[in-house]
């Protein structure tokens, strides 16, 4: 779902707290009002959800795009309002407009008037809509004036040039990007609302992508997300993993106007719809020949079994993935970072409820590093810290490996893993429940 709608509304501390400038603002009477966000961070979601949540005290006139003439901006305004709005002269549209705000506050009514896009907006039109704010009565402001905008904004009514703007702006708040914890817990909960049937799951390196593509902007979210699952669907996966991911920020990565969120023009289109048929194509050959080469290998037997019959123990080969076998890869949550991630994490957020995560996702996948819990040169001591692993309900294997001086080690393995990131983790989250030392390794090596 990659338009606005409020049925899939999430809101991050950021969100939170200019939602809160807001309510408080028009509360207060206060006359003009500064929102400010790069493109796509949820500005016109959190006005949206400020209007519906208005009652019939408040009447609210919403401007996208206001790049007019002072006169045309007012007839659009009193347009919006549904008042007198037939006439080019400037004097006649600002006296129905302040013949309609006198009538609201003798009523007992905010009037509230949102300009969008308010960065674009010519300097004499800027003057035009600072004469509205001397709309008043004695005692409070007849209209309250809430300028939204991107970061320019701010830079603007700093300005020299339009001061005597930027002094009447009483409250202002920038709307941040989604944390990379916000982030995940955006993707799961809209994942939760849209989901029918089986879950899609996205895996830890995949959300790590998503937020470097997106760099917490919920627009970009959406849509690496929406093109991530349907390269998926065709595919025929039950999950988002990181090649898949990685496939769509390439395709969208080639379209320079979509970097700065603009609208794709119609060669740039069929472009990136061409290359994304060659990836698809081109990964579609790739899992083909994974599932032949598995298949090939399902009669061997286990490893140290290959080990004995091998001339050359010092060269040991890994027992294969059979193709009847699924790994269960660790169970989705918000991951940790590493510290060269640089991804502020303490940030809190409102959280949607959580879809339910107890089913893992399932991928066959080739193994590269595994999880050792202890070397033995004795067999029984390795045998030993088996059935003690066991008893813990985890089931381990003894791998037999041959050291530089050419004795055998007998390691005690648990967990088969396809990145040494996924098997770091899981070594760590075993220590600490189990306190045992542990070791990544790569798969059939010491």
């Not at 659009?76 to 009538?103: C, G």
Request: glycine residues 6%.
């Amino acid at each position: 779902m990659l338009a606005p709608n409020q049925a899939y509304l999430f809101l991050g501390k950021s969100h939170e707290e200019a939602l809160a400038h807001l309510v408080y603002a028009v509360l207060e009477g206060e006359g003009f009002i500064s929102l400010t966000g790069k493109r796509g961070v949820g500005k016109t979601t959190i006005c949206q959800t400020f209007i519906d949540r208005q009652d019939e005290n408040t009447e609210v006139a919403y401007i996208y795009k206001p790049e007019l003439s002072p006169e045309k901006l007012l007839k659009k305004i009193n347009s919006a309002f549904s008042i007198r709005d037939d006439t080019d002269d400037i004097k006649e549209l600002i006296d129905s407009l302040n013949s309609f705000l006198i009538q609201m506050r003798a009523a007992g009514k905010k009037v509230v008037l949102f300009l969008d896009d308010a960065q674009n907006l010519k300097t004499d039109v800027l003057e035009q809509v600072r004469l509205l704010s001397n709309l008043e009565t004695t005692r409070d402001k007849l209209l309250q004036i809430i300028l939204v905008g991107e970061p320019e904004l701010a830079d603007m009514l700093d300005s020299h040039a339009l001061r005597q703007i930027g002094q009447r702006v009483s409250v202002s708040y920038n709307i941040s990007p989604l944390t990379y914890e916000e982030t995940c817990a955006y993707i799961y909960h809209r994942m939760s609302i849209a989901s029918q049937g089986t879950r899609v799951l996205f895996d830890t390196s995949t959300l790590k992508h998503i937020y470097r593509f997106s760099n917490g902007i919920p627009r970009m979210i959406n849509v690496e997300c929406d093109r991530s699952l349907l390269i998926a669907y065709n595919l025929k996966r039950s999950g988002v993993t990181e090649e898949i991911a990685r496939t769509a920020i390439l395709g969208l990565s080639n379209v320079s106007d979509f970097k700065k969120f603009g609208v794709l023009k119609r060669h740039w289109a069929i472009l990136t719809i061409i290359g994304c048929c060659l990836l698809l194509f081109t990964l579609s050959i790739a899992f083909f020949h994974q599932g032949v080469e598995e298949r090939s290998v399902i009669k061997q037997e286990g490893f140290e079994q290959a080990a004995t019959r091998s001339q050359r123990p010092s060269k040991l080969v890994p027992t294969p993935l059979r193709a009847s076998q699924k790994v269960e890869m660790q169970r989705i949550k918000t991951p940790k970072l590493q510290n060269n991630d640089q991804v502020p994490t303490n940030s809190p957020v409102k959280l949607a409820p959580k879809p339910d995560l107890e089913k893992s996702f399932l991928l066959t996948v080739k193994m590269t590093y595994s999880v050792q819990v202890g070397a033995y040169r004795i067999k029984s001591n390795a045998i030993k810290r088996i059935e003690l692993l066991k008893e813990k309900g985890y089931p381990g294997r003894i791998l037999s490996v041959t050291d530089s001086a050419g004795e055998i080690l007998y390691t005690v393995r648990i967990g088969d893993f396809p990145s040494h990131e996924s098997a770091r983790q899981y070594a760590a989250e075993f220590s600490a429940k189990e306190k045992m030392k542990t070791a990544v390794r790569p798969y059939g090596k010491l």
